[in-house]
C-alpha cells in the first residue's frame, strides 16, 4: 500500500467515528504508542518478563500502531507524508554512502520507486 493511500484509509476511519483529536493529544497518543513498542521489544529480546501468555510479544502490532498515529497526525498536519518521505530519502541518501557496506546490494533511490 502506498502512503498516500494509508493516509486516506486512516482519514475515512477517523472521519467515520468522530474525527481527530487536537494535535497535542495526537503526540501523546503517539508517545504512548512508542512505549508499547519499547515494552515488547523489551519483552521479546531484552531482560523484562511478559506477565502473562501473549503479553507484549506483537512488535509488528505495536509498529502498526505507530504508523497509524503518524499518519493521523500528518492528516491533521495537512502533510502529503509520500512527498515528504521521498524527499527525505532522496536527501539522506548521499548522507548513507558508505554506512551500509554491502556491494551485492546497492541502494538504488530514484522518483520510479516511489
Known amino acids: 500500500m502506498k502512503i498516500e493511500e494509508a493516509q486516506d484509509k486512516v482519514d475515512d476511519l477517523i472521519n467515520h467515528y468522530g474525527g481527530y483529536w487536537e494535535p497535542l493529544s ?3 497518543r503517539l508517545v504512548e504508542e512508542v512505549g508499547e513498542l519499547s515494552r515488547a521489544m ?3 529480546h531484552g531482560g ?9 510479544r506483537d512488535v509488528e502490532k ?6 497509524f ?8 498536519e495537512g ?3 509520500g ?3 521521498e524527499e527525505k530519502i532522496l536527501l ?9 557496506d554491502n556491494d551485492e546490494k546497492k541502494i538504488k533511490c530514484t522518483n520510479e520507486e516511489f
Open 26 to 28: 495526537m503526540l501523546a
Open 42 to 44: 523489551n519483552i521479546k
Open 48 to 56: 523484562k518478563k511478559a506477565k502473562f501468555e501473549g503479553d507484549g
Open 62 to 67: 505495536e509498529l502498526s500502531d505507530i504508523i
Open 69 to 76: 498515529t503518524i499518519l493521523a497526525i500528518a492528516n491533521k
Open 79 to 81: 502533510i502529503d507524508l
Open 83 to 85: 512527498k515528504e518521505f
Open 92 to 100: 539522506d541518501y548521499e548522507k548513507c554512502k558508505g554506512v551500509y
